[in-house]
């Protein structure tokens, strides 16, 4: 049975740091494509990053503030997050499908397993 744990949200003021990580099992795909969403309540889920594959995407609106880390070992995806802002609260989500990552962006219909979400508050 595949599955996906996040780990690493909380509260954190703003300009502050947080770590999360997205940890793969049962999966027998050597090539997992994992991503990283997040939904504020009322809103779609927004695409942030990927990697699987050797495709790699990150959301241009994030580009220097966060960073994606892919443990292929371990089945792994961590979202480093800095300078934090009250903007980036909302749940975020790990994602993982068996078939190829996209070839550009993250939409939620291209991945078919998640996690159960982890709640990120800046304020």
């Known amino acids: 049975q595949v599955q996906l744990v996040e780990s690493g949200g909380g509260s954190m003021q703003a300009g502050g740091s947080l770590t999360l990580s997205c940890a793969a099992s049962g999966y027998t795909n050597t090539n997992l494509c994992m991503a990283w969403f997040r939904q504020v309540p009322g809103n779609e889920r927004q695409g942030l990053a990927y990697?699987?594959?050797?495709?790699?995407f990150l959301d241009d609106s994030l580009k220097g503030r966060f960073t994606v880390f892919r443990d292929n070992a371990k089945d792994r995806l961590d979202l480093q997050m800095n300078g934090l802002k009250p903007e980036d609260s909302a749940i975020y989500y790990c994602?993982?499908?068996?078939?190829?990552?996209?070839?550009?962006?993250?939409?939620?219909?291209?991945?078919?397993?998640w996690g159960q979400g982890t709640q990120v508050t800046v304020s």
């Open positions: 994602a993982a499908t068996a078939r190829s990552c996209p070839l550009s962006s993250a939409a939620a219909n291209d991945f078919r397993d």
């Open positions: 990697r699987g594959g050797g495709r790699a």
